[in-house]
C-alpha cells in the first residue's frame, strides 16, 4: 500500500474541504433545464487522477461521511436511503479507488492525456449513479414505496436517466480542464524550466 507523503495529504485535504462546500452550497447541485446535475463526486475523481486509487479512495471516504452526517442532520423526503453507509459511503469511496485504477490502466496503455481525463471524468460518475441508486434499491426498495407510493425502480432508474447523462458529459468536461490544467501546465512548466537551466 502506498505511504501517503505530504503532497498526498495536502490533496486530501483540499479536495475533501471542496466536497464540503460543494455540499453545503448551490454549487453542488446545477441547475441544467428541468433537472439539476450534481458536481459533489468530482473532486473525488480529481484526486483519483492526480493522487491515486488511495488519495481518491480517502477524498471519496471523507465525501461520504459528508453525506451520511448531511442526511441524518437535515434529512429530505428520501433522505433516509442515505442513513445506510453502503448507500451512502462505500460507493463514494469507490469512485476514488476504482477511478485512481482507471487512470492508471489508461496511462499504462498510452492514452491520450485528455482522453484520459474524459474517460474516468465520466465513468467515475457512473460509479456514483449506479452505486447510490443501485445500493439504494437493494436495502430500501420497499420503504421508497412506501414512504412516496411510487415503484422504487421507476424512481431511481428515471433519476438515473434524467440525471446520469448530463452529469457523465460534466463531469468529463469539468475534471479535464482542471486535471489538464494541475497535470499537463505543470508538465510544460518543469520542461521550459530545465531548458532555462540548462541554457
Not at 471519496?60 to 461521511?65: A, E, V, W
Not at 453502503?86 to 479507488?97: E, K, N, Q, Y
Not at 447510490?132 to 437493494?138: D, F, S
Request: proline share 5%; with cysteine.
Amino acid at each position: 500500500m502506498k505511504k501517503l507523503d505530504t503532497k498526498d495529504i495536502t490533496t486530501i485535504g483540499m479536495l475533501s474541504g471542496l466536497s464540503i462546500l460543494l455540499g453545503l452550497t448551490p454549487l453542488g447541485m446545477l441547475p441544467l433545464g428541468v433537472i439539476r446535475i450534481t458536481t459533489l463526486h468530482i473532486p473525488t475523481i480529481i484526486g483519483a487522477i492526480i493522487g491515486g486509487p488511495i488519495v481518491g479512495g480517502i477524498v471519496g471516504l471523507i465525501f461520504g461521511i459528508f453525506s451520511l452526517v448531511q442526511n441524518i442532520m437535515a434529512p429530505v423526503a428520501i433522505s433516509f436511503i442515505f442513513w445506510n453507509p453502503l448507500v451512502s459511503v462505500l460507493p463514494r469511496f469507490l469512485i476514488g479507488f476504482l477511478s485512481g485504477y482507471l487512470y492508471k490502466a489508461l496511462k499504462k496503455a498510452k492514452v491520450k492525456p485528455l482522453l484520459s481525463f474524459a474517460i474516468v471524468g465520466a465513468v467515475g460518475t457512473l460509479i456514483n449513479t449506479i452505486g447510490v441508486l443501485g445500493m439504494g434499491y437493494i436495502f430500501f426498495a420497499n420503504r421508497i414505496y412506501e414512504t412516496l407510493k411510487v415503484n422504487a425502480a421507476v424512481l431511481l432508474g428515471g433519476i438515473a436517466l434524467a440525471n446520469g447523462p448530463a452529469e457523465m458529459l460534466a463531469s468529463s468536461i469539468i475534471v479535464t480542464a482542471i486535471c489538464s490544467a494541475l497535470l499537463l501546465n505543470k508538465g510544460k512548466n518543469k520542461k521550459t524550466k530545465n531548458k532555462k537551466q540548462e541554457k
